[in-house]
């Protein structure tokens, strides 16, 4: 199959490479003249565990190139991928679709021979239905579907999550544009990931559907972890021993402090507004959004309980980034959680793995450290907020020797109160009793 990418964010980059490594030939199309001369020279613009060894060996293949042009992909292609960012529109909420219809009518002006429109990007529900309109006015003679394939990959772990999904969802109603799409899928049967055909406008609901879910899980467990500090019950224990239930499943039932990225937020924003453009309310999910916004910044608060007021005191972050192995800082929790602490006084001090080149943009009035240990030296309190494996087994003794006061908080549970306890610190988590 011969395919064209059009857009190479995190979503395009990704699979376009993951299709190039299972045998087809893939084109990836970005506006962005600069970020394909990178992509030529081998430079990955985002950092995703893996994704450089897959992009090289593939170039090298010669199954995956880059342009800035995607009028000869196009035309070559038996199926071209639209997989353009998707922001929040500013002021509203809604989705901001430029990116997607100017992608359309370009795509329209390009298309030749018999070929499958496809819609990886998260949309709302009827973009499909606009996208076609736009090409049949654009282009009345083309043959082509216009189908919505949602993708369900995770930022850090996208490749695994690309090759051995869960399932697929392929959205159309047409039996020639099924027939492309299951034979771009076809590696994955092996796999044994389901294809499901749907109708287009229940794949594009699907997408939000899942996020929306998986956000209220989320949020569900982050309340219960604070009943359960109340009445001094172990979340953890309350999410595995509720998980064991095949009816709930285990995972996304961590409690911590509030989902981020470039997802979650996004969506379950744009969801609600696409059931009040219905007349429907989606009571649920309003109330997610909610609570969960206003838990990021209440983590400032939990800090200053464990650590006492904090006017001139240094507060020592460790993670900025919304989640582990991504430089990704979109709606991280850390941005409201140290402009709280900065509002009460502190003084923050931070370390990120590999994300502080971002995290400069959006936190710009914080020090900066190159390790754990340099930014606990003289803190009165240090937070984890984001679970990298490398603040997981943290030499105790030396981070104790270099603080002014030993108290950690641990916004991903990560430590034992009782190894905390036995190290001398004062320890806060969440859900959990220390
Ligand atoms: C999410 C979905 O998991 C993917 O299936 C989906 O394809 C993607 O959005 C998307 O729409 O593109 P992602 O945002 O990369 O993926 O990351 P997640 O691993 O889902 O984490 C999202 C947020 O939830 C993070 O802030 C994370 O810390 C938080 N989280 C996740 C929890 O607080 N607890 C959990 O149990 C799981």
């Given amino acids: 199959m011969r395919i064209a990418m059009i857009g190479t964010g995190y979503v395009g980059l990704v699979s376009g490479a993951c299709f190039a490594d299972f045998g087809h030939h893939v084109t990836c199309v970005d506006k962005d003249a600069g ?6 020279r081998g430079e990955i613009p985002i950092f995703e565990p893996g994704l450089d060894a897959l992009v090289a060996s593939n170039v090298k293949a010669r199954r995956l190139d880059f342009t800035t042009d995607l009028t000869g992909p196009v035309a070559d292609a038996d199926a071209v991928f639209i997989a353009v960012g998707t922001p929040s529109r500013r002021g509203d909420g809604h989705a901001d679709l430029t990116y997607v219809y100017s992608a359309a009518r370009e795509i329209a002006a390009a298309l030749s021979g018999f070929t499958v429109v496809v819609t990886k990007s998260t949309v709302p529900v009827g973009t499909g239905d606009e996208v076609e309109r736009l090409i049949r006015e654009a282009n009345p003679s083309a043959d082509v579907v216009v189908a919505s394939n949602p993708e369900f990959l995770r ?10 999904p869960d399932r697929i969802v392929v959205g159309t109603d047409d039996e020639r544009g099924r027939k492309v799409l299951g034979e771009v899928y076809r590696p994955l049967s ?5 294809l499901m055909y749907t109708a287009r406008r229940t794949a594009e ?12 899980k989320i949020t569900f467990i982050n309340e219960i972890a604070d ?32 989902f981020g990225g470039s997802c979650f937020p996004k969506d ?10 219905h007349d429907v309310q989606l009571r649920i999910v309003e109330a997610v959004l909610g609570v969960n916004d206003n838990r990021k910044r209440a983590m400032a608060r939990k800090v200053s309980n464990a650590a ?8 020592a972050v460790l993670g900025l980034t919304f989640k582990p192995d991504t430089d990704d800082m979109r709606e991280a929790p850390s941005i409201p959680l140290v402009t709280g602490l900065l509002d009460m006084g502190a003084k923050v001090r931070a370390h990120d793995p590999v994300g502080m080149e971002q995290a400069k943009k959006e936190l710009p009035d914080i020090e900066y450290c190159d390790d754990p240990y340099e930014c606990v030296k003289g803190a009165d309190a240090m937070v984890i907020v984001t679970e990298w494996v490398q603040f997981r087994a943290l030499d105790l003794d030396r981070i104790k020797g270099a603080m002014a006061q030993p108290v950690v908080v641990d916004l991903r549970n990560i430590y034992r109160a009782d190894d905390m306890a036995a190290h001398g610190f004062i320890y806060e988590s969440v859900g959990r009793r220390g």
């Fill in 190 to 194: 092996l796999n044994q990931a389901p």
């Fill in 308 to 315: 006492g007021n904090l006017r001139g005191k240094t507060v």
């Fill in 205 to 216: 609901l699907i997408k939000y559907a899942a996020n929306a879910f998986l956000a209220t």
């Fill in 35 to 40: 970020k394909i001369e990178a992509l030529r």
């Fill in 155 to 164: 930022e850090g772990a996208a490749i695994r999550d690309f090759k051995f």
């Fill in 227 to 258: 009943l359960s500090e109340k009445v001094g019950a172990d979340v953890q224990q309350v999410a595995r021993g509720i998980g064991l239930d095949n009816r709930i499943g285990s995972k996304f039932l961590h409690a911590g402090p509030g």
């Fill in 268 to 277: 379950t924003r744009a969801l609600v507004k696409i059931a009040q453009d």
